[in-house]
C-alpha cells in the first residue's frame, strides 16, 4: 500500500508539474533567506567568538575595562593574589596605516607571560631582527593576514608607517616589521607588540584593555570571580570565557533575531504559495480522488498520499534553498562584510559556516512547510462524499464551506495579548509569535468579512445605474466572491499575507526614517564641524585646550562648542555596560535638542545631573529620578542624578550626556572631540573651510592633515544614505512576498476558472463574449486584491505598531514617533489591485483555453 | 426562419463528418435531430449557434447571415444573446445566483431594464411552474426544477431560435417528459423555431419532425411515431 501511496504521489506531482515548481519555489525561497541570514550571522558570530577565546589563551578569567581602558595599576594586585597562576596584561587597539585604512588589530603584550597563557603562539623573527627585537619600541610582529594588508603592489613594507600616533611628537610613527608571528586560530589581521612599547607608542602609558588571568590548579573559577569583584574599580568587568562569548553574541543579538524573524516570514508566505497551490490542485483532481475513494481508497490513505506530495515538493525545495542560501551568504558576505553593512561585525570576512543543526532545522522546517500545506487541502478535498465527488461540477462546490469566525477572532486577541507581554532572554519572541498570530487571526476573518461587505447586488447610487450588461458582469463577480467565498479567501490569503507584511515593514521603517531625520536635525545644532581624525588609532583624536581656544578666536567663527567623548564601563543594579560619555555645554538649547522623553528635576540633592539614553535606561534599568555612579577620574566614581531620557539612535549599548564643566571638574579632562562651529553670517560653509585649510595649515599648533570639516547636511545625508542601504535588504524581502502573493492570486484564478469552465461555457453560449468573461475575472480579481489589500493594509498597520513599539524597543531600547506613509500604502494598494486583476485575468484565460463547446458537456 | 444552406463540416484528414446541408425552419417550429453517434449532431448545433466554425456553408437567422467561419468572437456573442436559448443536458445553473437571477441573465445581456427584467422572470417562472421558487437557491432544487429554471433561461427574452442538447439527458423518464411537454409548449407560446438533439426516440417523438443527420445531409426521417407508439 505504502508503494502505491508513494507511486500516486509521484503521479501526482509529474502530473501538476507547473504547480509543483510554483509551490518548490515558493519554499526555496523562504528557506534560502533563511540559511543565508543565518549562515552569514553564524559565520560572523563563530569568527568572533573564536578570536576573542583565541586571543584569550587558555586563560580562566578575563578582567576588561571599556574601550577606554583601566589603569594598569590593577594588574600588580591581581598578579600577587594567590590563587592566580598567570596574569597577562594586553593592550587592544585598532590601527591604521594609509594601506590599511579599515584598521588592524594591534595586541599589545608581555610575550613572556602571553606563551604561558597561549603556548602555541610563535613568534619568528626575520634575518634582519635579532630575539630582543620582541622588546623593541619600533619593532612589531604580524601574522599572514595582516601581511597581506600591508602589502602594496605585490610588495611587503618592510617599514610601515602609522601616522597620527597620538603619542608621537610629529604626530605618526614608523614601525619595523620585525618578524612573523603564528597565533593559531587568529584568521584576521593582527600585529604583535611589546605591551610597553605599545603604551608607549599608541596610548596612554598606564592603561591597559585587559588581564587574561590562568588561576592555580583547584581554585573555584566562581568563588574567585565572587571574590575579586568588591575590589575592582566600576570601569573594569570580569568575565569567564563562556561570558565573553554571550557578551560578544549579545552586541548582535536582537539584529540577528530580528533578521532571522524576517527570514522566517519569507519562509511563511512560501509555506501559503504551497498551501494555496495544493488546495487548488485538489480541486482540479477532485473527481480523480473521488474514483480512488471509489476504487477502495481510504480518505486517510489518500490523504497521505496529497500529504507525501506536498513533502516531497517541500525537501526539494528547502535542499535548494539551502543551497541557495549558503550561495547567496558567500556573495553578500563577500560584497558587505559579516555584519550586512551593520557595523555589528565590521572588517569580519568570515570564512561560511553553518551548524548541522542549522541545516537539519531548515530542511525540517521546508519538509514541514510542504507538508502542512497541502494537508490541510487534501483534508478537505477527501472528506467530499465520493459520490457527490465523481458528479459535474463536484469542484465548484469545493471550500464553500468556512472555519468558524470565532477562530479567527480568539487568534487576533492571543495574538493581541502576546504582544503587550515583556521580551523573554531578552528578546522579542512572544511579540513575533503574537505577530504571526494576528496574522492567521487576519487571513482567517478575511473571507467571513467578503461576505459582510460585499452586497448581493449593485448598489444603486442615486438615478445612476450601470448598462444591465455591465452590471450582469459585475454583479456574478460580486454574487461568487459572496456566496463561494472559500475559494477566493484562499487567494486572498496570499494577498493579506504578503500585504500587511510590506505594509508593516513600511511604515516601521518609515517611522525609524522619520525619526531618525528628526533626531539628527536636532541632534545637529550647528551648521558645521570639525573632527580630529586619528590615523593611528580607532580612538577619535582629540583637541587641546590651546587648540580649543585658538579655534575658538579663528575670524570664520562666531561660535564653537566642544564636546568630550570617551566609553566608560558602568554597572548599575548588578547590570552593566560600556557607556559612552558625552560631556558637552549643557545651555538650555542643547538640552532641548537631546529629544528628552522625559526630564525630572532634582528636588532634595545638589547631585551632578546626567541624562541618559533610551538604551542605557533599558540595560541599566534605570529610570529617570534614580542615580548613576560613573567613574570619570581615577579617583572614586562619582554618583549622577538621572535627569532626563533622551532619544539616541547611535549608541546601542548606551550614552549619558554631563554638563562638559562638570565632567572636566570631576576628571580633570580638558580635551575635546568634536568642535560645533557656529560659522559667522559673511562666510559660506566652503569658503569657512578653505579657509580653515590654508590658515590652520601654518604653524605648528595643529595637526591640520588630520581634521575633517563637515557639513551638517552632509552628516545628515550621509547617516540617512547608510541607513536606506541597510534596510535594502528588506525591501527585497517585501517584493518576494508581494510575488508569492500574485503568484497566489494566479494559481487560485486559474484553478478557479478551471472549475468554473462550465460556467463560463454556458455564459459564452448565453451571449458572453470571451472578453466579456475575461472582464469577468479581471473584476473579480481586482475584487480579490482591493479586499486583501484592505484587510493587508490595516493588519499591516497593526503589525507595524508592534515593531515600532514593542519589537524595537525589546530589541534595541529605541523608541520612535509614528509615521505612516499613508499616501504610498494607498498607491500599493492601488497596484496590487490593478495586479491581482490582471493575474486574474490572464491566468483565467489560459485556464479557459477549453472550448465553450467542451466545457458545457457532460463528462467535461 | 432559420435557413441553413451548403453546410458542411470536415476535420482534416477525417472524411467530411457532414456535406452540403440544405435546412430551414419557420418560427413555430420544433424539430428534432437524432444520428449515430458522433454523426455530428453536436457539431450541427454548434455551428448554428455560432460556436464552432462550419468548413463551408452560410447560416441565417430571420434573413441575417451570420460568420461561420466563426472568426469575430464580439459579434458571434451579440447575435447569440439576442437570438438564440439554449437547454443543456447538464442545466448549468450558477449555484450561486438565486433561481431568479439565473434567469434574468438572458435579459441583462441584452441590457433590458430592471422593470422589463423583473416582469420577464416572473412571467417565465410562473410559465415553468416555478414562481414559488424566485429567490430559491438552485442548490436546493431537483434536476427536473433545474432544467426548468434552464428553460425559463432560455425562453426569457424571446429568442428565434432555440438549440436543446439532451436536455432530459439527466433526468428520470416522468420528469423527462414534462420538460419536453414544457419546453414544447413554451416554444411554440413564444413564437421561438428550436432544435432538439437527441438520442431518445420518445424524446424526439415530441417535436413536430423528426430529421436523421447523416454524412450525405439532413435527412427527414418519417413517419413520426407518438411517444405512446414507441412505448406500445
Redesign the interface.
Known amino acids: 500500500m505504502i508503494k502505491l501511496i508513494f507511486l500516486l504521489s509521484v503521479a501526482g506531482l509529474r502530473a501538476n508539474i507547473t504547480r509543483c515548481i510554483m509551490s518548490l519555489c515558493g519554499i526555496a525561497l523562504g528557506v534560502a533567506l533563511g540559511v543565508a541570514v543565518q549562515a552569514i550571522n553564524n559565520s560572523a558570530l563563530t569568527e568572533m567568538s573564536q578570536a576573542t577565546r583565541t586571543l584569550s589563551g587558555a586563560a580562566d578569567v578575563t578582567v576588561r575595562g571599556g574601550s577606554a581602558g583601566f589603569n594598569d595599576l590593577l594588574f600588580a594586585t591581581i598578579a600577587n593574589h594567590s590563587d592566580v597562576a598567570v596574569a597577562s596584561p594586553i593592550v587592544e587597539l585598532q590601527v591604521r596605516t594609509p594601506i590599511a585604512p579599515r584598521g588592524l588589530k594591534l595586541i599589545g603584550a608581555d610575550y613572556l607571560l602571553l606563551a604561558q597563557l597561549n603556548p602555541t603562539i610563535q613568534l619568528r623573527p626575520n634575518n634582519t631582527s635579532d630575539r630582543y627585537s620582541i622588546f623593541a619600541t619600533d619593532h612589531i610582529f604580524i601574522n599572514d593576514a595582516a601581511r597581506q594588508a600591508l602589502t602594496k603592489n605585490g610588495v611587503i613594507l618592510e617599514d610601515a608607517l602609522f601616522t597620527g600616533a597620538s603619542n608621537a611628537s610629529n604626530g605618526a610613527v614608523t614601525l619595523k616589521i620585525a618578524g612573523a608571528i603564528d597565533w593559531p586560530g587568529i584568521s584576521e589581521p593582527l600585529i604583535f607588540q611589546d605591551i610597553a612599547a605599545a603604551q608607549q607608542n599608541f596610548s596612554s602609558l598606564n592603561t591597559i584593555s585587559r588581564i587574561d588571568i590562568r588561576l592555580n590548579l583547584g581554585v573555584d573559577r566562581d568563588a574567585f570571580i565572587a571574590s575579586l569583584k568588591p575590589m575592582l574599580p566600576d570601569n573594569v568587568a570580569l568575565l569567564s570565557p563562556e561570558a565573553q562569548d554571550d557578551q560578544t553574541a549579545a552586541v548582535s543579538r536582537a539584529y540577528r533575531v530580528n533578521l532571522t524573524a524576517l527570514s522566517l516570514i519569507a519562509l511563511f508566505t512560501g509555506g501559503f504559495l504551497v498551501f494555496t497551490t495544493q488546495a487548488l490542485a485538489v480541486v482540479r483532481r477532485q473527481t480523480e480522488l473521488a474514483l480512488l475513494r471509489t476504487l477502495g481508497f481510504t480518505v486517510n490513505q489518500l490523504v497521505a498520499a496529497l500529504t507525501l506530495e506536498g513533502a516531497i515538493i517541500g525537501v526539494v525545495g528547502a535542499a535548494i534553498g539551502i543551497g541557495v542560501g549558503l550561495g547567496i551568504a558567500q556573495a553578500v558576505m563577500q560584497l558587505l562584510g559579516g555584519d550586512l553593512g551593520s557595523g555589528f561585525f565590521a572588517g569580519s570576512k568570515p570564512k561560511l559556516s553553518l551548524s548541522t543543526l542549522s541545516v537539519v532545522i531548515f530542511g525540517l522546517l521546508g519538509l514541514f512547510t510542504g507538508a502542512a500545506g497541502a494537508f490541510l487541502p487534501a483534508r478537505a478535498a477527501c472528506a467530499v462524499p465520493p459520490a457527490r465527488g465523481l458528479k ?2 463536484a469542484a ?2 469545493m471550500f464553500t464551506t468556512l472555519p468558524s469566525p470565532v477562530i479567527g477572532a480568539a487568534l487576533l486577541i492571543v495574538g493581541g495579548i502576546l504582544t503587550q507581554r515583556p521580551s523573554l532572554f531578552g528578546l522579542p519572541l512572544l511579540a513575533y509569535v503574537g505577530i504571526g498570530l494576528i496574522l492567521f487571526g487576519a487571513i482567517a476573518l478575511t473571507p467571513h468579512l467578503c461576505k459582510v461587505i460585499i452586497p448581493s447586488r449593485l448598489p444603486k447610487i442615486g438615478h445612476f ?1 450601470l ?3 455591465s ?2 458582469a459585475l ?2 463577480s460580486l ?2 466572491m ?3 467565498p472559500g475559494q477566493t479567501a484562499i487567494g486572498m490569503a496570499g494577498v493579506v499575507t504578503s500585504f500587511s507584511l510590506m505594509v508593516a515593514m513600511l511604515v516601521m521603517i518609515s517611522s525609524f526614517r522619520e525619526s531618525l531625520d528628526v533626531w539628527l536635525n536636532k541632534v545637529l545644532l550647528a551648521p558645521a564641524y570639525v573632527r580630529v581624525n586619528n590615523g593611528f588609532t580607532e580612538a577619535p583624536g582629540t583637541f587641546t585646550a590651546a587648540q580649543q581656544v585658538r579655534i575658538a578666536g579663528d575670524t570664520a567663527i562666531e561660535r564653537v562648542e566642544f564636546n568630550r567623548i570617551r566609553s566608560v564601563l558602568v554597572s548599575h543594579n548588578g547590570l552593566q555596560t560600556e557607556l559612552t560619555i558625552i560631556a558637552r555645554n549643557l545651555t538650555p538649547e542643547v538640552i532641548a535638542s537631546l529629544t528628552p522623553i522625559n526630564r525630572t528635576p532634582q528636588q532634595n540633592s545638589l547631585l551632578p545631573e546626567t541624562w541618559i539614553s533610551e538604551a542605557t535606561a533599558s540595560l541599566l534599568q534605570i529610570k529617570v529620578g534614580d542615580s548613576l555612579r560613573i567613574q570619570l577620574g581615577a579617583t572614586a566614581p562619582t554618583t549622577f542624578y538621572v535627569a532626563g531620557l533622551w532619544r539616541d539612535y547611535s549608541r546601542t549599548k548606551g550614552a549619558a550626556v554631563i554638563d562638559r564643566a562638570v565632567y572636566q571638574q570631576i576628571s580633570g579632562d580638558a580635551l575635546g572631540n568634536d568642535a560645533a562651529i557656529w560659522i559667522k553670517p559673511t562666510w559660506t560653509f566652503s569658503a569657512a573651510r578653505d579657509h580653515w585649510q590654508r590658515t590652520w595649515a601654518e604653524g605648528n599648533w595643529i595637526d591640520s592633515k588630520r581634521l575633517a570639516y563637515v557639513d551638517a547636511a552632509e552628516i545628515r545625508t550621509m547617516s540617512l544614505k547608510v541607513f536606506d542601504r541597510s534596510f535594502a535588504a528588506t525591501y527585497l524581502l517585501q517584493a518576494a512576498a508581494i510575488l508569492v502573493g500574485l503568484a497566489g492570486i494566479s494559481a487560485t484564478f486559474s484553478a478557479l476558472a478551471w472549475a468554473r469552465r ?2 463560463f ?12 468573461i475575461s472582464t469577468m475575472l479581471s473584476i473579480e480579481g481586482a475584487l480579490v486584491g482591493l479586499i486583501g489589500a484592505a484587510t493587508g493594509l490595516v493588519t499591516g498597520f497593526v503589525i507595524s505598531l508592534v515593531l515600532i513599539f514593542v519589537v524595537n524597543r525589546q530589541s534595541f531600547h529605541w523608541s520612535m514617533e509614528l509615521h505612516t506613509p499613508w499616501l504610498m500604502c494607498i498607491g500599493l494598494a492601488a497596484l496590487l489591485t490593478a495586479l491581482a486583476s490582471m493575474a486574474a485575468r490572464f491566468s483565467g484565460q489560459a485556464a479557459m483555453s477549453q ?3 467542451q466545457a ?3 463528462d467535461a | 426562419m432559420l435557413q441553413v444552406q451548403q453546410l458542411s463540416k470536415s476535420f482534416p484528414p477525417q472524411p467530411p463528418l457532414f456535406e452540403a446541408v440544405d435546412f430551414s425552419l419557420q418560427r413555430g417550429r420544433y424539430v428534432a435531430v437524432m444520428g449515430e453517434s458522433g454523426v455530428g449532431k453536436s457539431t450541427f448545433l454548434n455551428i448554428i449557434a455560432g460556436m464552432e466554425p462550419a468548413s463551408s456553408g452560410t447560416v441565417s437567422l430571420d434573413n441575417m447571415q451570420y460568420d461561420t467561419a466563426n472568426k469575430n468572437d464580439k459579434a458571434q456573442s451579440a447575435f447569440r444573446r439576442r437570438q438564440l436559448g439554449f437547454v443543456f443536458q447538464a442545466f448549468h445553473v450558477l449555484p450561486y445566483l438565486t433561481v431568479a437571477q439565473n434567469v434574468a441573465i438572458p435579459l441583462q445581456l441584452n441590457n433590458a431594464t430592471s422593470t422589463e427584467i423583473s416582469r420577464r422572470v416572473a412571467e417565465m417562472l410562473d410559465a415553468v411552474g416555478l414562481a414559488n421558487q424566485h429567490g430559491a437557491s438552485p442548490m436546493t432544487l431537483s434536476g427536473g426544477q433545474m432544467q426548468r429554471v434552464a428553460i425559463a433561461r432560455a425562453l426569457v427574452h424571446r429568442p428565434a431560435l432555440v438549440l436543446a442538447d439532451e436536455p432530459t439527458g439527466n433526468l428520470d423518464p416522468e420528469t423527462a417528459a414534462q420538460i419536453l411537454a414544457l419546453l414544447k409548449s413554451e416554444i411554440i407560446r413564444n413564437n421561438a423555431c428550436a432544435i432538439l438533439v437527441t438520442h431518445s426516440e420518445i424524446a424526439a417523438a415530441t417535436t413536430q419532425q423528426i430529421y436523421r443527420l447523416t454524412a450525405k445531409g439532413l435527412l427527414p426521417k418519417l413517419p413520426i411515431k407518438s411517444p405512446d407508439q414507441i412505448f406500445d
Open positions: 459535474p461540477g465548484e462546490l445605474q448598462p444591465s450588461q452590471a450582469l454583479n456574478l454574487a461568487q459572496r456566496n463561494a462550465r460556467e461555457g454556458m455564459l459564452r453560449h448565453l451571449g458572453m463574449a470571451r472578453s466579456d472550448a465553450p463547446v458545457v458537456k457532460v
